[in-house]
């Protein structure tokens, strides 16, 4: 069974950092793209970024919104990504998503989501 | 990036009634090389991730229930319920995947009448 688990939401304080991960099982991780995703309080949808699959190196790309405060990593030998958020704002304020996708695919498998709040 | 509008906002429909939503992509999302539309249609229900419910803007996922259909090709997309029912009470969402930089629509909230 595919499974993203995506934890280490918390309250923070503006300008603050936090890294939020998302562990997978049930599917070859190094075949997958994962993205992330991140929905605000009330509010729709917003796609942050993602990490190509191992074949694409494992490169990233990043909404512009993010670019530059966001970074997304993999650690292979726990099958997990992370998404290392700085420089916070209060419209950083969400629940973020992990998914799984594919080269030119769309996300199929989603994590069930970690609550962000920003705020002092 | 690909800027993704949906309409209606919101829309309340009858159990039993057609419920139309539709998307339209700011550039064509439609690919020359294999004639394929790079988009999705998600549904969320309140405190879940999305599901997939069509990809390539007409493929309906496995699993899902026939009154939901996709349609369209280009720029102009409709997700279509034929006969709406209580569990369909949810917000609907288009995705394009043309680019990597893959955008959603803001939502369309249906609701019962």
């Known amino acids: 069974e595919v499974q993203l688990v995506v934890s280490g939401g918390d309250l923070v304080q503006p300008g603050g950092s936090l890294r939020l991960s998302c562990a997978t099982s049930?599917?070859?991780?190094?075949?997958?793209?994962i993205d992330w995703v991140r929905q605000a309080p009330g509010r729709g949808l917003e796609w942050l970024g993602l990490t190509r699959n191992k074949a694409n190196s494992y490169t990233t790309v990043y909404a512009a919104s993010v670019e530059g405060r966001f970074t997304i990593s993999r650690d292979e030998s726990k099958s997990s990504v992370y998404l290392q958020m700085s420089s916070l704002k209060t419209e950083d304020t969400a629940v973020y998503f992990c998914?799984?996708?594919?080269?030119?695919?769309?996300?199929?498998?989603w994590g069930q989501g970690t609550l962000v709040t920003v705020s002092s | 990036d690909i800027v993704m509008t949906q309409s209606p906002d919101s829309l309340a429909v009858s159990l039993g009634e057609r419920a139309t939503i539709n998307c339209r992509s700011s550039?064509?999302?439609?690919?020359?090389?294999?004639?394929?539309?790079?988009l999705t249609w998600y549904q969320q229900k309140p405190g879940q991730p999305p599901k997939l419910l069509i990809s390539w803007a007409s493929t309906r996922e496995s699993g899902v229930p026939d009154r939901f259909s996709g349609s369209g090709s280009g720029t102009d997309f409709t997700l279509t319920i034929s006969s709406l029912q209580a569990e369909d009470v949810a917000v609907y969402y288009c995705?394009?995947?043309?680019?990597?930089?893959?955008?959603f629509g803001q939502g369309t909230k249906v609701e019962i009448k």
């Open positions: 998914a799984r996708s594919q080269t030119a695919s769309p996300i199929n498998y």
């Open positions: 995705q394009q995947y043309y680019t990597t930089r893959r955008t």
């Open positions: 550039q064509s999302v439609l690919a020359n090389s294999n004639n394929k539309n790079y």
């Open positions: 049930g599917f070859t991780f190094s075949d997958h793209y």
